[in-house]
């Protein structure tokens, strides 16, 4: 069983165009994270839903649109794409807000923008 | 701003080897050091994780030390396998407020263990 489990593991789109990742948690986690990792491995957050309420929104462009329309579900909307957009996007979730420290990652969605 | 520098960038040892990777914090208001660990094609996974209050944490033949006056900590892996090539990414957060979950990552190090 697929603890965080994220669709499409990868996204190949032109520039301009809309896309979206979905991502699923199945431990019961009552926070979920969108995390944006670049070409040089450099992981930083973007997003956290606690119990669908926006947490974090971490100076991220507004064509980046997260909606979380219940615990266990958090997806990813992206408009007009950007080369620059291009990177591996991980969900995330954890207990408690994240104050017992740990997060569970998905395996990625690898988005390339041609 | 980079608030978590890590070193080195890559790391080559042959197996049995002690790899040793670092990292230096700058923010005070951090609480919790975890270390994750990434294989190709997979998202990081926790590995160990220390709060100040500890100089020292020790699971399997992984070990956190800490240096809270000294703001660093560094992971040592024990008689390291070839299994245990990943990239490995010190973090940060803070407790409480907006800081839920908030990790602040290093670079990450490639950490490559030869037969």
């Known amino acids: 069983d697929t603890a965080v489990s994220q669709t499409p593991k990868y996204l190949v789109t032109q520039m301009g165009n809309d896309k979206s990742i979905k991502c699923e948690q199945n431990l019961g986690h009552d926070t979920m994270y969108w995390y944006k990792q670049d070409s040089k491995k450099f992981l930083k957050i973007m997003f956290s839903?606690?119990?669908?309420?926006?947490?974090i929104n971490e100076t991220v462009p507004n064509r980046f649109s997260p909606k979380s329309p219940d615990k266990a579900h958090l997806n990813l909307h992206i408009n007009s794409l950007e080369l620059g957009d291009s990177a591996v996007y991980f969900c995330a979730s954890s207990l408690n807000g994240g104050l017992t420290g740990e997060l569970f990652f998905g395996e990625g969605s690898r988005l390339t923008v041609l | 701003q980079q608030q978590v520098k890590q070193s080195p960038q890559s790391l080559i040892v042959q197996k049995g080897g002690i790899p040793i990777i670092n990292c230096a914090y700058e923010n005070t208001a951090f609480d919790y050091f975890p270390w994750y660990q990434q294989f190709p094609g997979k998202g990081p996974a926790l590995l160990i994780a220390?709060?100040?209050?500890?100089s020292e944490k020790k699971e399997g033949r992984f070990t956190i030390s800490f240096n809270k006056s000294a703001k660093q900590f560094s992971l040592h892996i024990m008689d390291s396998q070839p299994g245990d090539s990943a990239t490995y990414f010190c973090?940060?957060?803070?407790?409480?407020?907006?800081?839920?979950?908030?990790?602040?990552f290093g670079q990450g190090t490639i950490l490559t263990v030869h037969p």
């Open positions: 839903y606690n119990n669908k309420e926006l947490i």
């Open positions: 973090a940060a957060s803070g407790a409480g407020g907006t800081s839920y979950g908030k990790l602040t």
């Open positions: 220390i709060r100040p209050d500890v």
